[in-house]
């Protein structure tokens, strides 16, 4: 009897917190999907009646016009009729549309060598460079707490800025801060994207989304969790059947397949191209 009882309590224990988690960094190995979810994917491509894995992640680019320094993420080249991989050099960009780097005074694409190498057009905020005085400088950063409410503007570091605080006061915040970082900056804290709730900043859940929003919530760097629309609410997925053959696949970053319904890959492959793109944003934001 108490055998049974505990049998039926683990099992609550399993229902009241099952979610559906996605690790948005792999996706399902090429050699379990169908056609649809082959065609759906950025990895595989089908040949054969079967869905295959490209030799190298540039080979997904099967026209030059895809396989530019740019749609590739400035890991592929057009060389020969076929796009292969390359590691690029700044000086190989003639044009400041096309450099990964920095566009100088002299037109030409270089890395950073200081601020006063770049005009208006160019001046690179990333590195922590203004444009005042008709010439590129140094960012003058400011001690926020020094700082009144009226003149709460700039940095104190290069990613590090100022804002007023709960307590109305002005006070410096990481550029990068994560919701829990930001318990102290309601606004803040709104602004990135969060909620403030009971005095602390945390992240949104399903629950917190509108009905055009309820698709998924980040969890972390790479994972997230999938929501669904019940009741003209928005809930955290229990299971995958409310998706069908033309959402699985994508809804899931390739972590479900379908065969027939929405069902989780055997074997999950790390996403090398996805998340190079990821790094890059974040390099050159």
Known sequence: MIVNQLVCFLALIVVVNSNITIDTTSHCDCSELR??????????YWSNDQCESYDNYCAVFTIQSQCTPLTTGYQCKWEDNSCISHMYKCEEFSSNQD???????????????????YNEQNCPASQGCVYKVKQCLEEDYVTCSDQTL???????????????????????YSLFSECSDLNNFKTKCVEYGCKYANNKCEKK??????????????IDQKT?????????????????????INTCYNSTS??????????????????ILLTYFSLLIVVFL
Do not use: H
């Open 35 to 44: 056609m649809q979810d082959c065609q759906f994917s950025s990895y595989c």
């Open 99 to 117: 450099c990964p780097c920095y566009w100088n005074k002299d037109n030409k694409c270089e890395e950073y060598k200081g601020c006063s190498n």
């Open 150 to 172: 009226a003149t709460c503007i700039g940095k104190e570091k290069l990613y590090t800025g100022c804002a007023i605080n709960n307590d109305n006061k002005c006070d410096s």
């Open 205 to 218: 859940q399903c629950e917190d989304l509108t009905l055009d929003e309820c698709t998924s919530v980040k």
């Open 224 to 244: 997230k969790i999938l929501c669904e629309i019940k009741q003209q609410k928005c809930v955290e997925a229990e299971n995958t059947n409310y998706l069908n």
């Open 254 to 271: 390739g972590n479900y397949k379908w065969i027939g319904n929405c069902v989780e890959c055997d074997s999950l492959v790390y996403s």
